[in-house]
C-alpha cells in the first residue's frame, strides 16, 4: 500500500486541492491528513485562499481515500460536517517491516515519543509547520511541514510511504 502524508492544511482550499492532486498523481491509496485540517487557529495567520466550507466539500469527496488524525485546531464541530473520522489522536500502522506512529505532534513528539514504539519505528508528526526527517535515538522522526502556513523557513511538502520506505517531497 502507497500512502501519501500531508498536515496542517488549516483551512486552505488552494493547498487542499494541490494536496489531492498530487495524491491523485503519486497513485496513492491511501491519504494520511495529521491533523489542522480545518481551522488556522488563534496563533497562525490566516492562510491564502482560506475556505474551509470548499476544503470540506473536496474531501468529502475523497472520504473512502483519507485516514486522519486529530490536530490541536480540530474539534468535534468540524467532525460534524467531514465524512471521515478525524478524532483519533494516532493512527499505528505497519508498512514493510517498518512501524509508523502518525500523530499531530501536540501530544506526542520528539520531545515526547510514545514508550512503546520498537526500534527502527517512524514517528510521523505534523504540528509545527516544519519540515522534518532526522532520527532521534532510535526512531525516525518525520513532519511534512504545513503546505499553507510553512514555518522555519521550510517550503510546502508531503511524505510518500511504501514498502516500509519513506520519503519526505516538496510539492
Request: with cysteine; glycine share 8%; net charge negative.
Given at each position: 500500500m502507497?500512502?501519501?502524508?500531508?498536515?496542517?492544511?488549516?483551512?486552505?482550499?488552494?493547498?487542499?486541492?494541490k494536496?489531492?492532486?498530487?495524491?491523485?498523481?503519486?497513485?496513492?491509496?491511501?491519504?494520511?491528513?495529521?491533523?489542522?485540517?480545518?481551522?488556522?487557529?488563534?496563533?497562525n495567520n490566516?492562510?491564502?485562499?482560506?475556505?474551509?466550507?470548499?476544503?470540506?466539500?473536496l474531501?468529502?469527496?475523497?472520504?473512502?481515500?483519507?485516514?486522519?488524525?486529530?490536530?490541536?485546531?480540530?474539534?468535534?464541530?468540524?467532525?460534524?460536517?467531514?465524512?471521515?473520522?478525524?478524532?483519533?489522536?494516532?493512527?499505528?500502522?505497519?508498512?514493510?517491516?517498518?512501524?509508523?506512529?502518525?500523530?499531530?505532534?501536540?501530544?506526542?513528539?520528539?520531545?515526547?515519543?510514545?514508550?512503546?514504539?520498537?526500534?527502527g519505528?517512524?514517528?510521523?508528526?505534523?504540528?509545527?509547520?516544519?519540515?522534518?526527517?532526522?532520527?532521534?535515538?532510535?526512531?525516525?522522526?518525520?513532519?511534512?511541514?504545513?503546505?499553507?502556513?510553512p514555518?522555519?523557513?521550510?517550503?510546502?511538502?508531503?511524505?510518500?510511504?511504501?514498502?516500509?520506505?519513506?520519503?519526505?517531497?516538496?510539492?
Amino acid at each position: 500500500m502507497k500512502i501519501m502524508v500531508a498536515s496542517d492544511i488549516h483551512g486552505s482550499y488552494e493547498w487542499a486541492v494541490k494536496a489531492v492532486e498530487r495524491f491523485h498523481e503519486e497513485r496513492a491509496d491511501k491519504l494520511l491528513l495529521l491533523g489542522d485540517i480545518l481551522y488556522h487557529g488563534p496563533r497562525n495567520n490566516l492562510p491564502e485562499d482560506y475556505y474551509p466550507k470548499d476544503v470540506i466539500n473536496l474531501l468529502n469527496r475523497e472520504k473512502e481515500n483519507i485516514l486522519a488524525v486529530r490536530g490541536n485546531c480540530d474539534t468535534e464541530v468540524d467532525q460534524m460536517v467531514l465524512e471521515f473520522p478525524i478524532m483519533a489522536d494516532y493512527i499505528y500502522l505497519i508498512s514493510g517491516d517498518k512501524a509508523f506512529f502518525a500523530t499531530h505532534g501536540h501530544i506526542y513528539n520528539p520531545l515526547n515519543p510514545p514508550v512503546f514504539l520498537p526500534k527502527g519505528s517512524v514517528l510521523l508528526c505534523g504540528h509545527t509547520h516544519i519540515a522534518a526527517d532526522q532520527m532521534v535515538g532510535d526512531i525516525r522522526y518525520m513532519n511534512p511541514g504545513s503546505p499553507s502556513i510553512p514555518k522555519g523557513e521550510t517550503i510546502p511538502s508531503y511524505i510518500i510511504i511504501e514498502d516500509g520506505k519513506a520519503e519526505l517531497k516538496t510539492f
